[in-house]
């Protein structure tokens, strides 16, 4: 950083028609709403000055205030005091300045990290992008995420939108560039109805991801199979309808699990249990320690939930439950 | 299969004069040579250079055993890490902090202190195998440390050998003095899976011809389905190899057939996924098991060992087969019996190598598990 930099910049009263707004090098587009701001300039009028920068042929190009130069272009203010920058400076004294502009603001949405990291990458080498501007950005700085952030820059404003917007959040945006576009498109469309955690959405889009491979079929078909069969849901509300689609998921990525512990609850309510005696599998029916919950007010209660129980543990159910390929097999083998 | 030498070998000054480096100088007379002061000098993450050092740390451990999951007792000879076939499922991706090959070049201090041990305990007897961190064979035609390691256990009344690997280097083997104390095992999986796991090593023929080889000089074999994979025609690819090993070999010369469905620590997902993007292993129905480890849904291990132990029991009902770190109630559901009705998994190996090997005749004790967590905690070794 040259820390002259400050020094360079002159005081200036500028009319803003003799601005070159066709020069968008250094926009960094927010891609949501500014409805704050512009109630800020409407009641305040310009705060901090804009930052300019005087291109060789002498027109002067905006490098920080874009949103704050149009209105005020809207608006046929005469004069906007700026701050301008020599013609001297180099591409990359330019964009570190800009870069500082943007750190002192509103935090940085993921649309934005994006294009500044796409744009730095023209200027700058990777060792250069991730020692020096990652950090000031808050981006981790693994080295294939820097390909991740240059590709969502190049998403069109649906996409941009939802990322900034945190309708999808940073980590699942940066997932979704890798994904077939029309792919990519449904599930930020699915993520915007459904309005869900940061986790829940990283989870959904893992779990589709693993399906795709597993079952070696484009993530778009998959979406495909899944939205026909959340739509014969009833749920219409965007938690119970992620819940479905959660469950719909986790039944196609675990289909033997998921069987197993539907077959546990079928012999769970063949054996109709009382409701104070519960019967609880290991998780995952991984291992030999199952429990049995007795819930009981008195002696008498107990003892008949004793009793319940003890006819339970020696009916064939239990048996079943416990190891249903045995005693598939031994049925097999039986009618054999 | 074919060994691309390495473009450097680098050796610790200490070991700079090694029976190892001078077998390497007479092998790889084309590879330069390097001698540096100490180990924190080599570079690294080279895979391109072959590391010699002097190992200082103990040279016998136990294979990893856990609470919940049973051990063979098996003990593991180290006298190298790290592996160049690149298996997709490989633990040592994981759990070795560096790509390049690594060898220790104090044998005689290795040798003299295996000796030591098997001398301190007569009653003991020893399973002992070097291919958990690295593959036994895969350097020998440049090292031929079969050569001078095998004829180590001819004589020993106590102790076996297992040389585990999934090449075809068996040239070094022949005319050995073994003893009919050495077995060579290979990890065995379908051609599918070797064709997309395994890409550079031997094909499954070409290890099965090499056991076959192997087996006419006389060397007692094992073979190691670990890891299982469930993937599409699995029982038919299985059964497949399987029919291969018994046409190829006599059943009698097998000593042992280990299964071991495969399992990860949750830290390797990551990593396969960003070495082997293509690889759909890490995709089956995993849940985490006792151990934290990612294993397949039992009612999937159960199916995969069921399978296997069948088709094995078809060709030769009195084959020992045992299950990798599987817990007791998988050994009853898949095998119809635990460990422990036959003295426990030890026990079970130990009285196959003194019923097929005669060896050790006069041990009374098994090496017991030690419930040692080796680096890592374990997993589908691309080595076994």
């Known amino acids: ?336 | 299969m074919r060994l691309s030498p390495p473009k450097k070998i680098i050796v610790e000054r200490n070991v700079a004069n090694s029976s190892l480096l001078e077998q390497l100088k007479k092998t790889l007379p084309q590879v330069p040579v390097e001698v540096l002061n100490h180990r924190k000098d080599f570079p690294k993450d080279d895979p391109d250079v072959l590391e010699i050092i002097s190992f200082k740390g103990r040279l016998l451990k136990s294979c990893p055993g856990t609470r919940h999951y049973l051990c063979c007792g098996y003990q593991i000879l180290h006298f190298g890490v790290q592996c160049t076939l690149n298996c997709t499922y490989c633990i040592l991706q994981a759990y070795l902090n560096q790509a390049g090959l690594r060898l220790f070049g104090n044998e005689e201090e290795i040798f003299s202190a295996l000796l030591e041990e098997l001398n301190r305990n007569p009653q003991t007897l020893y399973r002992i195998g070097t291919g958990e961190y690295t593959d036994s064979l895969l350097l020998d035609p440049w090292t031929r440390f079969s050569r001078r390691i095998v004829p180590l256990f001819a004589r020993r009344p106590n102790a076996v050998l297992e040389l585990k690997t999934k090449t075809n280097f068996v040239e070094n083997l022949q005319g050995l003095d073994h003893g009919g104390r050495t077995l060579v095992g290979w990890s065995l999986n379908t051609r599918s899976v070797q064709i997309s796991e395994e890409p550079r090593t031997a094909s499954i023929k070409q290890r099965i011809d090499a056991a076959q080889r192997v087996s006419g000089w006389g060397y007692f074999l094992s073979f190691h389905f670990d890891p299982l994979i469930e993937h599409k025609n699995w029982r038919q690819g299985y059964e497949e190899t399987l029919d291969r090993i018994f046409q190829a070999v006599d059943p009698g010369r097998i000593v042992w057939i280990s299964l071991g469905a495969f399992r990860f620590m949750p830290q390797l997902k990551p990593i396969v996924q960003r070495r082997h993007p293509r690889t759909r292993i890490l995709y089956g129905e995993f849940i985490r098991g006792l151990d934290q480890k990612m294993r397949y849904f039992r009612d999937i291990r159960v199916e995969l060992y069921s399978f296997m132990w069948e088709t094995i029991r078809k060709a030769d009902p009195q084959l020992c087969v045992y299950l990798c770190m599987e817990s007791e109630d998988i050994w009853r559901e898949a095998l119809g019996f635990s460990p422990e009705q036959r003295g426990g998994l030890p026990q079970m190996l130990d009285d196959a190598v003194k019923t097929k090997m005669s060896v050790g005749l006069q041990c009374i004790r098994s090496n017991p598990c030690q419930g040692e967590t080796p680096p890592g905690d374990g997993g589908s070794f691309g080595c076994v």
Request: net charge positive; glycine share 4%; with cysteine.
């Open chain 1, 1 to 336: 950083m040259n820390p002259e930099v400050p020094a360079q910049c002159t005081p200036l009263r500028i009319l803003p028609k003799h601005l070159d707004f066709s020069q968008e090098h250094f926009r960094i587009g927010r891609f949501k709403s500014r409805e704050d701001l512009v109630a800020s300039l409407e009641a305040f009028g310009m705060l901090h000055p804009p930052l300019l920068w005087t291109q060789a042929d002498g027109t002067l190009a905006i490098l920080d205030g874009f949103e704050r130069l149009h209105w005020a272009k809207n608006r046929g203010t005469r004069e906007v005091l700026s701050l301008v920058l020599p013609p001297a400076l180099s591409g990359n004294e330019l964009w570190r300045i800009r870069v500082q502009t943007l750190l002192f603001g509103l935090p940085l949405n993921p649309a934005q990290k994006a294009q500044v990291i796409h744009r730095l990458s023209s200027q700058f080498s990777f060792e250069q992008i991730h020692t020096e501007f990652l950090p000031l950005l808050h981006v981790p700085g693994r080295p294939e995420s820097l390909k991740s952030w240059c590709l969502l820059a190049h998403q069109d404003h649906e996409v941009l939108g939802a990322a900034a917007r945190e309708e999808i959040s940073e980590r699942v945006a940066l997932e979704l560039v890798h994904w077939e576009p029309e792919a990519m498109k449904t599930m930020v469309r699915v993520l915007t109805e459904l309005q869900c955690s940061a986790s829940i959405q990283w989870e959904l889009v893992e779990r589709i991801k693993e399906v795709a491979i597993r079952e070696a079929l484009p993530r778009a078909r998959v979406l495909e199979n899944l939205m026909s069969e959340l739509e014969v849901t009833p749920q219409k509300h965007p938690r119970r309808k992620t819940q479905a689609l959660r469950d719909i998921l986790e039944r196609r990525r675990f289909p033997r699990l998921k069987e197993r512990e539907a077959h546990f609850e079928t012999l769970l309510k063949k054996g109709a249990l009382p409701n104070n005696l519960r019967i609880y599998p290991p998780p995952f029916f991984e291992g030999r320690n199952w429990q049995m919950h007795i819930t009981f007010s008195n002696r008498e209660q107990l003892v008949e939930l004793l009793s319940t129980s003890t006819r339970f543990a020696l009916s064939p159910l239990l048996e079943e439950m416990m190891n249903p390929l045995a005693s598939k097999s031994t049925k097999t083998q039986g009618r054999s």
